[in-house]
């Protein structure tokens, strides 16, 4: 076996599958996060909004905790529902990313950081696709080539 065949394979430096491969995993990536994001906590908050509002922290003391939990809401089911179709990707993915970052560090800020750790790799993939966009296989990308 060729010295660079074996290098590639041991490094993993597959070049020739870069794009698709990158492009696949942007897409698998960006559409199961949106929909574990909205199925395992944005349609729970807002089919129990009136039980969960009484109590719902608010994190910056002048909202109130209905309007913070319509904020929640609005950005766990809406915003994920745009992060799942690529669709104005870096604005909702924003609004995911500023949720997750005020969950974990201001309302959870003195709980240890297991009660954290899942708003922090939340909000790293989010700020992931705040940055980079939808890719290649989102409706940002096909509106932007027929725009």
Do not use: C, Q
């Not at 905790?65 to 089911?77: C, H, P, R, T």
């Not at 994920?80 to 179709?85: D, K, P, Q, R, Y």
């Not at 790293?124 to 990308?141: E, V």
């Amino acid at each position: 076996m060729n010295k660079s065949v074996i290098f590639k394979w041991l490094f993993l430096d597959f070049k020739f599958l870069n794009d698709k491969l990158t492009e696949y995993t942007f897409l698998s990536v960006r559409v199961l996060t949106g929909l574990i994001m909205l199925f395992a906590h944005g349609i729970g908050k807002m089919m129990n909004f009136s039980n969960i509002a009484p109590n719902f922290p608010d994190p910056f003391g002048f909202l109130g905790s209905s309007l913070s939990l319509a904020l929640v809401v609005g950005s766990e089911v809406f915003g994920s529902i745009l992060l799942a179709l690529g669709l104005l990707t870096r604005w909702s993915s924003f609004s995911l990313l500023f949720t997750m970052l005020v969950a974990a560090f201001i309302v959870h800020l003195h709980d240890p950081f297991k009660d954290k750790e899942l708003a922090v790799l939340y909000a790293l993939i989010f700020l992931f696709f705040t940055i980079k966009g939808g890719g290649k296989y989102s409706l940002d990308y096909m509106l932007k080539k027929k725009l």
